[in-house]
């Protein structure tokens, strides 16, 4: 590959995703995809390669250890479970994220589902296609976004993003629930006040999950949780399907014990085509791409390529970005 480091794209993209990647290229590097979904490829690939982009892609172990060449592990996005932290600190490597740079794309998803629920778009839709037309009948199911009180578990640069369009462009009451608190000006510049979790969840009309799935984390909504919602509350999640306990969610539903849900993520991605959540005319679901727009990919793979260089350079990772520092 020349003398130039070698960067790896560890994710199986179609053909405009390469294009857009290899468009954001800085010179300073060549740039190799993988071919196929085999971890023989990744692995002996991985050999050769001085920097890993990875966005859904699992990295594990054995590709971190083959990697003998390797500098930085870089996720364009967020989430970094799927990569193997502890075998990334046990070579030294250094694992960054692309933070807050796809905030604005996921906070209009969530909102979009909340939205696609309350006006119960995909059964309008789908009803309209097979030949009903149904003006009246919808209407005592639909529901207005403005002044609802809206809870957000996950105070991060996503939440904030969420909280600042509700506050201001619908005048919604949003509350937040984190184990970690901005300082207040944070919480004032975004629009939402700070509540316990139990009082959220009680309180909330539509409850929106912007947390990482860690260890504490995984399956914190569950029958307990869904219990504390009102019946006619809405649980949207774009960050992790593992916060959800996927069974009492479908049970919840079932027994209307909540209204509905809007779903980008799921416990097994993809699910699988007899999965519940996906016959319910009270649920929206959509693949895992609340972030998946050019805009955002064109700055968070800029994004990425930045960090790449930054540690060719021997300069430092931005701080917010850092996850491992490395060796």
Request: hydrophobic share 45%.
């Amino acid at each position: 590959m020349g003398e130039r480091p070698t960067v790896l794209c560890a994710d199986l993209l179609p053909p405009a995703m390469r294009e857009l990647m290899a468009g954001q290229k800085p010179a300073e590097v060549d740039l190799l995809f993988v071919e196929t979904a085999d971890d023989a490829e990744k692995i002996a690939k991985a050999r050769e390669a001085d920097y890993i982009l990875c966005s859904w892609t699992p990295i594990p172990a054995a590709m971190i250890e083959a990697a003998g060449r390797l500098k930085l592990i870089q996720k364009y996005g967020i989430g970094v479970d799927k990569i193997d932290l502890a075998a990334a600190a046990r070579r030294g490597v250094p694992v960054a994220i692309a933070a807050g740079v796809n905030a604005v794309a996921v906070a209009e998803t969530a909102i979009t589902l909340m939205l696609a629920l309350y006006k119960r778009l995909c059964v309008a839709h789908s009803s309209l296609r097979e030949g009903k037309w149904l003006k009246w009948e919808l209407r005592t199911g639909c529901y207005e976004l403005w002044q609802k009180t809206v809870g957000l578990i996950g105070g991060g640069a996503i939440g904030r993003a969420v909280a600042k369009r509700l506050s201001r462009g619908f005048e919604c009451t949003v509350l937040y629930y984190d184990t970690v608190r901005p300082p207040p000006e944070t919480e004032r510049a975004a629009g939402m006040a700070f509540a316990p979790r139990e009082m959220l969840l009680a309180e909330s009309d539509i409850v929106s999950l912007h947390l990482p799935l860690l260890p504490e984390t995984r399956g914190l909504i569950g029958a307990a949780s869904l219990a504390l919602m009102k019946p006619s509350a809405l649980l949207i999640n774009t960050a992790r399907g593992g916060l959800v306990d996927e069974p009492a969610l479908i049970e919840a539903l079932r027994a209307k014990r909540i209204a509905g849900a809007g779903l980008d993520v799921f416990a097994t991605e993809p699910p699988g085509r007899d999965n519940p959540l996906l016959m319910m005319d009270n649920v929206v679901a959509t693949p895992h791409n609340g972030g998946g727009t050019v805009d955002t990919m064109q700055r968070i793979i800029g994004h990425g390529f930045a960090n790449i260089l930054r540690v060719a350079r021997g300069e430092s990772l931005p701080a917010a970005d850092r996850i491992l520092p490395g060796g």
